[in-house]
């Protein structure tokens, strides 16, 4: 199969490397800003551009750590509209794998999605040869190589490498808590912190033992304290 290059170059040491894609027709432009479109709407806080000034728009309340619209099925909360429309395309099962019936948001995820059964990687990093079945993954894992923080928070100083971990540190500004528990009336900004409540408060399952004794614990921190007794190693801060 053919394979076109794209240079990606460092911002803060000016090394680059490129990135080998495998033509497929499945792509989807809007998830490539390769295909020689002026892109002259940028955003000010990570510096991604847009094509047009509506996608820029759409991109720019992601930054703003409030998490508007949620979705009446499940847990999951979303920063505008259009995200959470086609979040719904999960509950409505429109792009359903026929493999293993897992749902999907857009055509474009089915399609990476469909990669993992046939085990295709089409997408290859120059630098460590690792190869990759979806872009967005690409494309983060070449920072690993360059070292970029592209997001940036416009409230202190700190910068991210992907923008999820951006989204979570801005609810440190906002205060914003939006994964609630279901069972009582707690609140917390992270998805895992909500889940270690559940397990701790309102679950008896303890999924991590001890291999010295057997003992259950409900979290790792537990187990490392415990285990701390047979060895007399004390455990790492956590």
Aim: charged fraction near 25%; include cysteine; hydrophobic fraction near 20%.
């Amino acid at each position: 199969m053919f394979l076109w290059t794209h240079c990606l170059f460092c911002n803060t040491g000016g090394s680059s490397f490129e990135v080998k894609i495998e033509a497929d027709s499945t792509n989807d432009t809007n998830e490539h800003p390769h295909d020689g479109k002026p892109r002259p709407y940028l955003c000010t806080i990570c510096e991604k551009r847009f094509a047009q000034k509506g996608h820029l728009n759409r991109h720019k309340v992601q930054h703003s750590g409030e998490m508007l619209y949620s979705c009446s099925h499940c847990e999951k909360r979303f920063a505008a509209k259009h995200y959470l429309r086609r979040h719904m395309n999960v509950h409505s099962s429109k792009y359903k794998c026929n493999e293993c019936g897992k749902c999907f948001s857009s055509n474009q995820a089915l399609t990476e999605h469909g990669r993992y059964h046939s085990g295709e990687k089409p997408l290859e990093c120059s630098v460590c040869k690792k190869r990759f079945t979806q872009s967005a993954h690409l494309v983060r894992h070449s920072r690993v190589h360059t070292g970029e923080k592209l997001y940036k928070c416009h409230e202190c100083d700190k910068a991210f490498s992907q923008s999820e971990y951006l989204n979570t540190h801005m609810r440190v500004h906002t205060g914003d808590k939006p994964y609630k528990c279901s069972v009582c009336d707690a609140s917390f900004s992270r998805s895992s912190n909500l889940q270690a409540h559940k397990r701790h408060v309102h679950s008896n399952s303890r999924p991590y033992d001890c291999r010295y004794c057997g003992k259950l614990f409900k979290s790792s921190r537990d187990l490392k304290r415990h285990v701390y007794t047979h060895t007399g190693a004390k455990p790492y801060s956590c």
